[in-house]
């Protein structure tokens, strides 16, 4: 069973030290509309939501995520155009706040029902260390600096896939979709009618990235984004 939290602290120092040796955190992303600076303060203010969300679930403070959208991105944006050893540190410093939060997460918060602002959606307390694990690798990824799904170890490639699709059936109009991975791995999505092959990593990118440079199919169905 992978060990989400050490995993999560591998990946951070693994993000960490690219941010550190990038000499232009103001190019673009491949988030559309944000430069790497903007995925950098972005890492550093989740996991400060996280420290309230694990609050939420374990002390039953109440608190959601993030005020409102509009505040997540003011949030953001504040610290955007710091020196690059300022924003690696708060990434770091921030990570390193949250990881002893983490821990407190037991069984008996699984279920618990947080927001992620008021009034809007849900997830289970659970999902918390899932959640943060999969910020900081997509994330890395989207900073462009050479760092892509094919570095990410096995276990987690097949992880962040099944979750992929879970989200594209909770979508509520999922496509019909046969995967064959070249390492032997099969997942079919509605009836399987398209087949789709590639690598792990190449699935991973166009179904958490929707770049279908690494994968090949006949004709391959639109995903669902925004999930």
Known sequence: MTDLL??????????????RACDDLSAPSLCEG?????????????????????GAAVDGTGETM?????????????GVGRDRDVVAADVEETAAALAPHLRRLTPAHRDVVLERTPGGPTFRGGMLPFMRLREVVYHHVDLDLGFG?????????????????KRQRGAGAAPSLRIRTDEGDVWSLADGDVAVTG????????LARQDPAGV???????LTRGL
């Open 6 to 19: 050490a995993a999560i602290d591998e990946h951070t120092a693994r993000l960490v030290s690219d941010a």
């Open 34 to 54: 944000w430069s790497r600076d903007h995925v950098l303060n972005h890492l550093a203010r989740n996991a400060e939501a996280l420290v309230r969300l694990v």
């Open 66 to 78: 993030y005020d409102s959208p509009e505040a997540r991105d003011e949030d953001i944006d504040a």
């Open 149 to 165: 799904f094919d570095d990410v170890e096995a276990d987690l490639q097949v992880m962040f896939i099944e979750n992929e699709l």
């Open 199 to 206: 690598s792990r990593a190449g699935v991973l990118t166009w």
């Open 216 to 222: 090949h199919a006949d004709a391959l169905p639109s």
